[in-house]
């Protein structure tokens, strides 16, 4: 067995649904965003342009192949879906994926669910959200809606490659913090999953905006959290308040200068040892971040980031989790395209971040 367990985040969005197509227009995929994006100052890089998988379609099963076999190339133990659950009985988004992996029972690489429990707007990047236009609105109802939903990942659970931690199925909740009845969530899912037999309880991991407020949610019930990727960031280099906010903010936008983070610096910040040394707790790697593709001059992006960048980084995360009994790491993410957030090979760096991350799990 590896010596830590690396879960990488998989977004589901590389192929047309009904909805897409009526909000943004036929045939809308992430890629849309992705092929559109520009560079916004000298020497940024962008567009992003996918090499050995091109400009995919997820309901291609030869695609979903491809990506396992290079996860496994890389180290990592399986994918953790982004799973779209509106509430309302049975209200849900981008299922069709995960659905046809777990039909057809492949690819044969270990795989869980995050929920990505908040709304979908058609955003324009302004503080506070104004002017946003609300798409699908996240919804909690109460017992007979937390049972539909629990029905359907059910039988997710019961796939014999659903990653289990000590025998209890993988859930982790996006935003714990949206979900005022997240208790009362969990204890029912709890009781469901061992009155069904598939489990004494399920395994619930809080995603943090906040990592002060872990004992919050372990005391609501999760068995661990894990810090949210850019938070831990982005508090330590936006110091400024006020009217140097807004001076910042015009200044960006005149110049169409998006947020530059070092990407030396955030590896120096991505491990807190006291704080990610807990067994409650989950630690986390990124290979590279540029927002822009989505959010414009208004984003943020990681300008340094590189394959050798990102060793360094899983050479401090993976020792720290391999030293644990928890020894679990969380990647974000495998393929978030728009958010040049990706592992999958690419014009600029080919196969760099997965050979980089092989090469640090192979010394463990």
């Known amino acids: 067995m590896s010596k830590v367990r690396i879960l990488a985040y998989y977004l589901p969005q590389f192929h047309p ?21 520009k560079p916004l ?24 192949e491809k990506q396992a076999q290079m996860a496994r190339d890389a180290g990592i133990e399986g ?66 809606d937390y049972r539909a939903h629990f029905d359907y990942v059910k039988e997710l659970f019961k796939d014999p490659r659903y990653i289990r931690i000590d025998g209890k199925p993988f859930f982790l909740v996006y935003k714990p913090n949206q979900f005022e009845d997240v208790p009362r969530f969990i204890s029912l899912w709890n009781k469901w999953v061992k009155e069904e037999g598939i489990a004494d309880s399920v395994y619930f991991v809080a995603n943090l905006d906040d990592q002060t407020q872990r004992d919050k949610w372990i005391e609501a019930g999760f068995d661990a959290v894990t810090p949210s990727f850019m938070q831990r960031f982005r508090k330590r280099y936006m110091q400024h308040k006020g009217w140097l906010k807004f001076v910042e903010r015009r200044i960006r936008a005149l110049f169409n200068l998006p947020v530059r983070y070092s990407s030396k610096k955030i590896n120096e910040l991505i491990l807190e040892k006291d704080y990610d040394s807990r067994e409650d707790v989950i630690p986390f790697l990124f290979p590279q ?29 993976l020792k720290l989790a391999a030293s644990k009994k928890n020894n679990l790491v969380i990647l974000k993410s495998w393929n978030e395209w728009g958010e040049g957030n990706f592992m999958e090979p690419d014009q600029t760096f080919g196969r760099g971040f997965i050979e980089a991350l092989r090469s640090v799990v192979d010394k463990l």
């Open 17 to 37: 649904i009904p909805e897409n197509d009526e909000w943004w227009g036929k045939d809308f995929t992430e890629w849309t965003n992705v092929k559109k994006a």
């Open 41 to 64: 100052y000298k020497g940024h890089n962008q567009p992003k342009v996918p090499t050995e998988l091109g400009y995919y379609d997820l309901r291609d099963p030869e695609v979903r």
């Open 79 to 144: 994918f953790c879906y982004w799973h779209y659950w509106f509430g309302g009985k049975g209200r849900q988004l981008l299922n069709d994926i995960i659905d046809e992996v777990h039909k057809s029972g492949k690819p044969d690489l270990p795989f869980c669910l995050g929920w990505a429990n908040e709304s979908w707007k058609a955003k324009l990047w302004q503080k506070d959200g104004i002017g946003d236009k609300l798409l699908m609105e996240q919804r909690y109802e109460g017992e007979e």
């Open 289 to 317: 971040w540029d927002h822009t593709p989505r959010s414009g001059r208004m984003g943020d992006l990681v300008r340094d980031a590189s394959p050798k960048n990102f060793q360094l980084q899983a050479e401090r995360v």
